[in-house]
């Protein structure tokens, strides 16, 4: 990339350029999840808030795990943690996309000097029982976002539908830093007294992470979390929708989705411990969607997931 | 006459869908046009990235007046059956005429429906053609309703001629149309109106929008094949890709980028295929040394830069992408030099077909087969056997797994890289072929059996469960395999019964079955092959039912067979175990069979794009040994060369004149005339002539056919159209002498005994 005074000098800056970017064009900006998840679609923002009648818009910075992508810090794009940037808005505004292009402007990208394209990409999760239709956005022939037009979650028709953006901030941030291993990356500006670079912060972590995904986490403890999350998660959807001490009436749609949540990120543990066969594969994948749908369900039986009280009689 | 013009512009329309929705556009929007009257000159679809656009000249300006007249009940008809005309035709009755006919005053309505003008048609076919678009997956968005591939932004539908032109009204969903549109999005986003499709085409390329995806195409083609020759290389053809990076573009900029040093030693398969698909990337290649060199990227726009910044980022995107392919080649051949049954071992974890067990027990099955089908094909059993087992090893390689379509080809290297002999590496490149009507079929004996067992066990196996193809839904391609088949024993011209194998592969899954389910023990297995041994003929009627009732049932049918002693015959026979019933195994036909009826089917499809008749295949299956395909087609097409003679044709019709004759004859005596005529009761010359002349064939076809001659066998029999024609004319068959009339019914029933020993030609059209 060309240096210019407009281009990002650090990682972080990056991150904080979506932010504003976002906050400016109106949405909500959100903390990460505060659980494990495999990627900033899992983050109740987007997976409960997309659906249901209420308006929506949030943007936010989600750290994801893929234990199967560990590579011990040593793979200049792979990773088993790292940072997506989500972006949720419903109703999808007609004019999307050019607010994308906009956030590209934002973090350095010159129109003028780079081929942006969008490149037909289905999007589809069996674990969340979701899909939608839209691109993957290429620049300069590498492919950096995801932009993505739900069509269904949790089994769910969506109406309205929520236009979806993630970028994979990393490999974005390399490109626009022109950094060629993620571990060489400047985290902060790298002219202040205590330079760091993404390897200062996260190559230890890699390694540690790695080793104990690939062949020291406990599988039996693992499978009885498993078990357990999901044992929680439907007993939470099974409580009566009337509190019987608030007498207020409470559906616990989200701790019942946390559980599912953790149930993902277990069943994912326990595919880089390598216990998990091809066919158990399916069921277990089956058995987190089963959740995930239980879920949505539980939503849109709430008032932000469009419940009106009217609708109890 | 008006012209008119639509644009329907959206979000990025995916490449593979652009073509045929060009296509579609204008089907529907001008058979909508057509149905409602209004007729037009000519029409042409566009598309781009962003715009489907359709021009239809010469549009009538308004539809035709209709005038339709209906007869209705007189008019002192009842009450009640007046007011049905009425309410039929939309009438009042002051509104129908009375007219006076023969059988008095009857009442008719005219019912005339004046022409509309074209832009109320317009707006009604269109309005329905976008919402019935028959897009292959399409979405919703924002809170609207409606659906398209993405969303759809805006409507362009203007109607022009001399005076000008004028917006066609049209709202869907608050989608309102103009006589607006938009350049390229970033070279020329802002919007402009158009006046028609010359000016929409003109301003559009102003915009750097090149609205024919033909001619995107032969921009791409010629810079790029351009930019490659003037660094004295060569842009390796690819039309698929070519179309496809056409419609993801709207204003081609063709860059020619290096590829690192570090790579240019991988396979140039490899190369071409994780550039293609991963970058979509054209390959350049070194015509000197067959070496892939460069690659071609397409840009959508131009930048202050000329392309440097675009360039310097695809490169770096390559690298990344080939620096795993490399990992994963060396990776591969570690293994494969090392020792390449890590693979066909994992392969036992890989499930082909919950029913058909594990692509392992595939391999072997299909090493058996191979091993069977050598001798015939010209191959040393034990190399095609070999050639079997490794055939599908890249299966389980990386470079495979990352790279599906690069199967039997990885194969082919690692296999040489193991050192195996060449006719194996060819073996597993090959055996997949063909895989269409125009792909090479394999002559290589090796590949040539493991071809012919592979898909000869795909195609047992599948009808041995009953998943066959089923109108247009042919999920496991059996149509492609036993095509596959077909080309493989007609162009390598294998003369062997194909049921013969067919039959082994039937045992093998039935064999595997017994195996799985443990439902037979060791001496029911021993019992069962022992069945198999002594009474062939039940192997067919095994694999009938498997393929007719499934595997359970032919299982339970196997299992449910024992020996007894047969006092009286003094020998063992078959009984069913339960009845005690001695079991014949049914005199069935071939016919039967409908995994041959399959391949016969295929073989008409094959055969009748070589210009040979339904009809003449026909005549052909119905002769002994109709799985000998090469032998079947040898047949039909001396017939088929035959039937274009003069003396052909028309034997075909004294051949039925005497067939019908005949037959009436025999069904009206109740006797087969079979027993041979007498030249000695021959009355008339030409009764004479026509048995020296049969003598004559006789001896001509019989030694032809033994030898499989056709050609000589059938024009030995065309040659009896003279004297048969010379025959009908002169004598009366039905004479009052019975003596003469039954030798003459005689001689007809030589006659048709000599023509069908050639063909079938009762099922000869006409």
Known sequence: MSDTPDTPRSFQEIILRLQTYWASKGCAILQPYDMEVGAGTFHPATTLRSLGTQPWAAAYVQPSRRPTDGRYGENPNRLQHYYQYQVLIKPSPPDLQELYLGSLEAIGVDMALHDIRFVEDDWESPTLGAWGLGWEVWCDGMEVSQFTYFQQVGGHDCHPVSGELTYGLERLAMYILGVDHVMDMPFNDPQTAIPLTYGDIFKQTEEEYARWNFDTANTDVLLRHFEEAEAECKATLSAAHDDPKTGKRIVMAHPAYDQCIKASHIFNLLDARGVISVTERQAYIGRVRNLAKQCADAFVQTRAGGWQPEDAA | ?766
């Open chain 2, 1 to 766: 006459m008006p012209d008119l013009l639509i644009e329907l512009f959206s979000e990025e329309i995916p490449a593979r869908m652009q073509k045929r929705a060009g296509e579609d556009l204008q089907k529907l929007v001008t058979n909508g046009l057509v149905e409602a009257g209004l007729t037009y000159a000519s029409a042409a679809a566009f598309s781009t990235p962003r715009r489907l656009t359709l021009t239809v000249e010469g549009l009538l300006a308004q539809s035709p007046t209709t005038r339709e007249e209906r007869k209705g009940p007189k008019a002192d008809a009842p009450e009640k059956a007046i007011e049905g005309f009425l309410r039929g035709a939309g009438l009042t009755r002051d509104q129908v005429q009375e007219r006076e006919t023969p059988k008095g005053n009857v009442l008719f309505a005219v019912i005339e429906k004046p022409g509309r003008p074209a832009a109320e048609i317009i707006a009604e076919v269109l309005e329905a053609t976008v919402r019935h678009f028959p897009w292959p997956k399409s979405m919703r968005w924002g809170s609207s309703a409606l659906k398209w591939v993405r969303p759809l932004q805006s409507i362009l539908c203007i109607l022009s001629d001399e005076a000008g032109h004028a917006v066609v009204p049209v709202d869907i969903d608050g989608i309102t149309s103009g006589d607006t549109t938009r350049g390229h999005r970033f070279m020329a986003p802002a919007q402009m109106s158009v006046t028609s499709f010359a000016d929409y085409e003109a301003k559009l390329a102003r915009a750097h929008v090149v609205l024919d995806p033909g001619a995107r195409a032969e921009t791409i083609w010629n810079d790029a094949t351009n930019m490659a020759f003037a660094s004295g290389l060569e842009v390796v053809e690819d039309a698929g890709l070519l179309a496809e990076v056409a419609g993801l573009v709207e204003w081609p900029v063709v860059l020619m980028g290096k590829i690192g040093d570090d790579f240019l030693d991988l396979p140039p398969e490899v190369l071409q295929t994780s550039m293609k698909e991963h970058q979509k990337f054209f390959s350049v290649r070194n015509p000197k040394t067959g070496r892939i060199e460069r690659f071609i990227t397409v840009a959508n726009c131009e930048t202050a830069d000329n392309g440097a910044t675009i360039l310097a980022g695809n490169e770096k995107v390559l690298s990344a992408r080939l620096a795993d392919a490399k990992f994963f080649w060396e990776n591969d051949l570690r293994v494969a030099k090392d020792d390449m049954s890590v693979w066909t071992q994992a392969l036992e974890n890989v499930t082909f077909h919950n029913k058909l067990g594990s692509q392992a027990d595939r391999i072997e099955r299909i090493a058996a087969l191979a091993r069977e089908l050598a001798p015939v094909v010209g191959a040393d059993p034990d190399i095609a056997e070999e050639a079997a087992r490794l055939a599908k090893a890249d299966l389980s390689s990386e470079m495979v797994y990352e790279f599906p379509e690069l199967q039997g080809l990885m194969g082919r290297y690692y296999i040489t890289a193991a050192g195996k002999d060449d006719a194996i590496a060819a073996g597993a490149q090959e055996h997949y072929s063909p895989l269409g009507p125009s792909d090479d079929v394999p002559t290589a004996p090796v590949s040539v059996a493991v071809a012919l067992a592979d898909k000869l066990d795909t195609l047992t196996g599948f009808w041995a469960i009953d998943e066959k193809p089923t109108g247009s839904k042919d999920p496991f391609a059996l149509r492609r395999a036993a095509l596959g088949v077909i080309r493989l024993v007609l162009e390598n011209e294998i003369s062997h019964t194909l049921f013969s194998s067919l039959n082994s592969g039937v045992m093998s899954h039935l064999d595997q079955k017994i195996e799985i389910e443990g439902q037979i023990r060791a001496e029911k297995r021993a019992n069962a092959i022992r069945i198999l041994d002594l009474h062939p003929s039940m192997e067919r009627t095994l694999a009938r039912m498997l393929k007719t009732s499934g595997e359970k049932k032919a299982v339970e049918h196997l299992e449910s067979i024992k020996f007894i002693w047969d006092e009286e015959a003094g020998e063992e026979v078959l009984v069913d175990a339960v009845s005690e019933e001695p079991l014949f195994p049914p005199a069935e036909t071939l016919e039967e069979d409908d995994l041959l009826a399959f391949f016969h089917d295929r073989l008409k499809v094959y055969l009748r794009d070589q210009g040979i008749r339904h009809d003449i295949i026909d005549a052909c299956i119905a002769m002994p040994n109709n799985d000998d395909l090469t032998l079947l087609v040898k047949r039909a097409k001396a017939l088929s060369e035959t039937l274009k003679t003069d003396d052909g044709e028309n034997l075909i019709q004294g051949f039925k004149r005497a067939n019908n004759i005949l037959s009436q004859a025999e069904e009206a005596d109740g006797v087969e005339y079979s027993y041979g005529a007498d030249p000695k009761f021959a009355q008339d010359p030409a009764e004479t002539a026509l048995f020296t002349a049969l003598d004559q064939a006789e001896a001509q076809i019989t030694p032809a056919m033994a030898a499989q001659d056709f050609t000589t066998a059938m024009s030995a029999m065309a040659a009896l159209r003279t004297p048969i024609d010379a025959f009908f004319d002169a004598v009366q068959i039905n004479t009052d002498n019975q003596t003469v009339r039954r030798n003459r019914l005689n001689l007809l029933s030589r006659i048709r005994t000599l023509c069908l020993s050639v063909a079938d030609l009762t099922k000869l059209d006409g």
